[in-house]
C-alpha cells in the first residue's frame, strides 16, 4: 500500500480489528485519522479462489446479514445425569419444529442431492451462523465520520462497474442485503470516500489519483488538557467536595483561523455502559462553570434553546467546573467534547475517570439476593459459589477482596431456588434487594414454581439490577418440557431470554417468524407483518442472502456459531452441508472450554474498585448459546444498550472470530441487565475473575436508581459519626446536664430526645432533572394491630405493622441550633406538596422524640425512618418520566438510662 506513506518523519499507528469486533466497540472514530475498510476473510471457506457455503446461494459473499446453513440431527440421544435425552435439543423455537398438532418434535431431515438447494434452505432442523455484518448504529457512525471530512478509504472489490449491478456496489462479494451494502450505497460518491484500485493505486470519486495526505489535514479541534495526578495503580482521579475540575486550552489543528470558535460540553457516562450518550448524557451548560484566565465565562442560548458554551482556540486557558450530587460515592467516566461551530461532526474529546470518596459516615449499603442452584441433577457442579458463604468466610478471597472496598458495603443472602417455600418468600418482597443475582452453576436450571421467574422478569422490566451467569441459559427449546426433550434451562429461554439481550431476531415476541416458514415478499402475507414487527421492536431481519430484502429466511433462531459447531451434522458429500461456519473449525473439542477473557471495551466496570488487566485469566468456562442482539436502543439514544467488555480467547474456536462480541461475549451489560461468564467451575479461588465481578456488582448499582441512604448522627455536624443506640436520661437532677448534651436533653413537663440525621440521594441517572428530584422521610414506630393506614414491612411470622408519628422535625443553622421547623409547613401547604419533601441532599436534621412513646414499663423502643425518592428525567421523545424509588428503612433505637446507669 505504497498510498498509505506518509511525508517527513510521521509515525502511522494502525489498529486492525474484525467486522465481528468492530460492531462492539464503543470508542469515538473521531480518534482516527483514516479509516479503511478491506474485504480480507481468511476464516472463511475457500474453493477455486471464491468462497462456498452449504448455501450455495452464498457462493462468493464476503459480507454476509446472515451466516451460513447448519443442520442439527434431533435424533441424538445421549445419557445425562442417568437420563437418555436427547442430545442436540436445539428445535422447538419454531412452529415448522413440531408434528402432530405440536406433541412431538419434527426429526425429518432433507437431503440436499441432486442440487436440491431450495428444499434444504427451509427444511426443519437447519439453523444459521450470525454472518459478519456491522450493525446500524456503526453504518450511521461512519456516515458522520465522513460527513466530518475525514478520509474513509476501500479496498479494492467493493464496487464494481458491471453493468449487471445497477448500484455500483460488486454484489459477488457483498450481500446486497447487509448493512455494509447500506453503507457503500449512501456513502460512494462521497468526496472523502477514496477507493483503491486493482493496481493498488488510490483514486478519488472520479477515478482520479487521490493523494492521501491532502485529506488528512482536515481542519478539527485539539484539546489540549492538563494532567491530573491519578491515585497510584488507578486510572483516576480523586477529587474533593465531589468536584470535577478540567483545565484545558484549544487548538485549532490544521485550520487557517487559530482563535477559530468551538462548542465545549461536558457528558459523564451516568449508567456505567462506557459511552458518552450525546442525547441523554449531556450535562446542560447551565450547570456547569467555565473560567477563562480566571474570568467566568457565560453560556449562550444556542439555537435549539438550550445553553451552550461558544470557546475560542489560541492562547487561551479554561477551567471547568462542575459538582456532583453531594451524596454520589465511587467512580464516575467523564467526556469533554470540543466541536467546531460550524460542522459539528469535526470535534475532539478527551475522557477520564474521577473518584469520589466515601469520607462521611458508614459505606453505601447494597442489599443482594443470590438465587442459588443445587443442580441435582449434577452434583459435580452444585452452585459452585454461595456469595453468602464466601463473604461470610474470613478465610476466601472473595471476603478478603470485599474488605479493601471501602465504599460499598455488600449485604448478601443467598437463597436456593428449589427451596420453594423461601423462594416464595423472596420473591414477595423482590423490590426490597438492590441487586438480584441468578447463578452459579453448570446447567443452571430454575423453573417458574409459582410465578417466580415471572416475578424475576418483572423485577428486571422495573429497571432494578440484574446479574445473571453461565449457563443460566441453554440451547434447549422443546415446548413438551420433560427430562428426555429437554436437559435443562427451557424455562429461563421461553420466558427471561428476550429481556436479557439474547434474542437477536425478535423469535419469541414477532409471531410471524415464530410460524418458522421462508417468508416472500408479495407473495407471503407474513412477510410484512414480520417486517414491520421486527422494525418496531428494534430486532434485526434474517434476509435471504443476495435477495435484495425479499425474502426472510426461516432460520431465526439465533444460536451462536460456536454452539452450532458443537452439534452440527457435516458430512463430506452434498447431504447435509460439507463446510463448517469457519475453515478453521472442526469436530474437535468443540464444547470450547477456555481459561483466557480478553477486554474488548474499558469503562468504571474495568477501573474500580479494581483495575481489570486487559487479559485475564479465568477459571474453566466455555462458550454459550444465543447470539447478542446488538440493536437493543431501549433508551432511543441511537446507540445499543449493549456493551460487552469480555470477550473468551485462548482457545481455536474463539480464535476464528476473535473479540467477537456478538457470539464469544464473557461479560456484557444492557441498561440494568449485566451477564457474567462465571459459574462453569469453581471460581473462588480466581482473583482476576473475583476482581472484575466485583466490580461489575457496583457498576451494576450505581447505574440504577436506588433508594435513598439514612444515617443516624452522633450530633448536628454532618461529618460527626453514625450511631444505632440513643441514651435518654430520665432523673429530674441530672436535667441540667443531660440539657448540654449533645445527644439528649428534656423540655420541661415533655421530655424529648433529639435524634440527629441526614439523607443521602446519591442516584445520578441519565437526563435527570436534579432540581425537581426530591427526598421524602417519616418515622414510625409499631403497631401490635394493623391499622388501615399502617406501614407493612416482611412477611409471614416476621410481619410488622409501622404507625406514621407527626414528630416534630428542623433545619439547623451552622452552630447546630434549631432553625426552621420544616412539617406542615404553609409554604408547602399552598403548594399541594407533601410537608416532608424537601430533605435536601447531605444535610443534617434533627426530629424530636416524645420519650412518652416508650412503651410502659420498657426501658427502650425501636423507631424506624423511612425514605424514598422521586426522581425525574426529561425523556429524547419529550416530557418527563417519573420514577419513585424503593423505599429505605433505618431502625434505631432509643434506651431510657437513670443516674444510677450513668455512675
Partial sequence: MAWIKMPGEKKVTITRVTSAEFIGRIEDLNNYDMIYMGLVADNLNYRDGHTVYNDWKMDGLKYSNVGDIVVINPKDVVNYWGYDMLKNGHAGLLDTDYINDGEALNTQLTLRGNGNNA??????????????????????????????????????????????????????????????????????????????DNKGDLKNKSNETAVLVTYLTTEKPEILLKEQEKVKDTDYVEISNNQITLEF?????????????????????????????????????????????????????GDNGKYMYSLNAGNYNYKLVYDLPNGYVGVMPWQLRVSQATNSYRYDQKSGYVYAKNSKGSPTKVKILQINSTLKH????????????????????????????????????????????????????????????????????????????DQIKAYIQSGKPVLFAHDTTSFCNNKNDNQYNNVWGYKFNSIIRDTVGLDRYGILSNAYLKKGNRLQEGTDADFEKAKETAEKNNTDIAYEPKSNRTVIVRQNQGFTYADLNQYQWKDNGNDHGEYRLYSGLDGNDVEAKTNKAVKVNSGQITTYPFKIDDEINIATTHKQYYQLDMNQDA????????????????????????????????????????????????????????????????????ASVHEPSIYLKENADTDS??????????????????????????????????????????????????????????FYIEDPQKNPNDETIGTGNDKIYLKKVDWDIYTLNNDGTENEQINNSKENSQLNKDPRDFFENNKTYKVKVPLSVLPEGANSIKIYAVGYSKIYQSQVSGGDKETTTAKAYKTFQIQRVGLADLD
Avoid at 479496498?155 to 464494481?160: M, N, R
Avoid at 462548542?263 to 450547570?287: C, P, R, V, W
Avoid at 472496598?405 to 417455600?421: C, G, R, S
Avoid at 453514625?722 to 441540667?736: C, F, K
Fill in 119 to 196: 428444499d434444504y434452505l427451509t427444511a426443519p432442523n437447519t439453523y444459521r451462523g450470525s454472518g459478519n455484518d456491522i450493525t446500524k448504529q456503526k453504518v450511521s457512525e461512519l456516515e458522520d465520520y465522513i460527513k466530518a471530512g475525514f478520509p474513509v478509504v476501500f479496498s479494492d472489490g467493493f464496487f464494481s462497474n458491471d453493468s449487471k449491478y445497477k448500484s455500483g456496489i460488486n454484489e459477488d462479494y457483498i450481500d446486497n442485503c447487509s448493512n455494509v451494502f447500506t453503507l457503500l450505497c449512501d456513502v460512494k460518491d462521497k468526496d472523502n470516500v477514496l477507493k483503491v
Fill in 721 to 778: 459519626n453514625d450511631i444505632t443506640t440513643l441514651y435518654a436520661t430520665i432523673d429530674d437532677a441530672i436535667e441540667e446536664e443531660a440539657a448540654n448534651k449533645a445527644d439528649a436533653r428534656l423540655d420541661g413537663a415533655d421530655s424529648t430526645q433529639d435524634v440527629y440525621f441526614t439523607v443521602k440521594d446519591s442516584n445520578l441517572v441519565r437526563n435527570q432533572i436534579d432540581e425537581k428530584t426530591v427526598v421524602y422521610l417519616d
Fill in 249 to 301: 486550552s484549544i487548538n485549532n489543528a490544521g485550520g487557517a483561523d487559530s482563535k477559530a470558535s468551538f462548542n465545549a460540553q461536558l457528558f459523564l457516562d451516568s449508567n456505567s455502559d462506557g459511552k458518552f450518550s450525546t442525547t441523554n448524557e449531556g450535562i446542560d451548560a447551565n450547570k456547569i462553570k467555565i473560567y477563562c484566565d480566571g474570568t467566568i465565562v457565560n453560556p449562550v442560548m
Fill in 378 to 453: 449434577n452434583e459435580g457442579f452444585r452452585g459452585n459459589f454461595d456469595m453468602q458463604a464466601q463473604k461470610k468466610d474470613s478465610n476466601t478471597k472473595f471476603h478478603k477482596l470485599l474488605n479493601k472496598v471501602k465504599d460499598f458495603d455488600l449485604d448478601i443472602e443467598t437463597v436456593y431456588y428449589d427451596n420453594v417455600p423461601k423462594m416464595d418468600e423472596v420473591c414477595d418482597k423482590l423490590q426490597t434487594y438492590d441487586m438480584l443475582v441468578i447463578g452459579f452453576g453448570d446447567c443452571y436450571d430454575i423453573d417458574n414454581t409459582n410465578g417466580h421467574l
Fill in 635 to 702: 433508551d432511543g439514544d441511537g446507540e445499543s444498550d449493549i456493551v460487552v467488555w469480555y470477550t473468551l480467547s485462548g482457545h481455536g474456536v474463539y480464535d476464528q472470530s476473535p473479540k467477537d462480541v456478538r457470539n464469544n461475549y464473557y461479560i456484557y451489560t444492557m441498561g440494568n441487565v449485566t451477564y457474567s461468564g462465571v459459574g462453569h467451575s469453581d471460581f473462588s479461588n480466581n482473583e482476576d475473575e473475583l476482581k472484575l465481578y466485583i466490580n461489575t456488582m457496583i457498576a451494576a448499582y450505581s
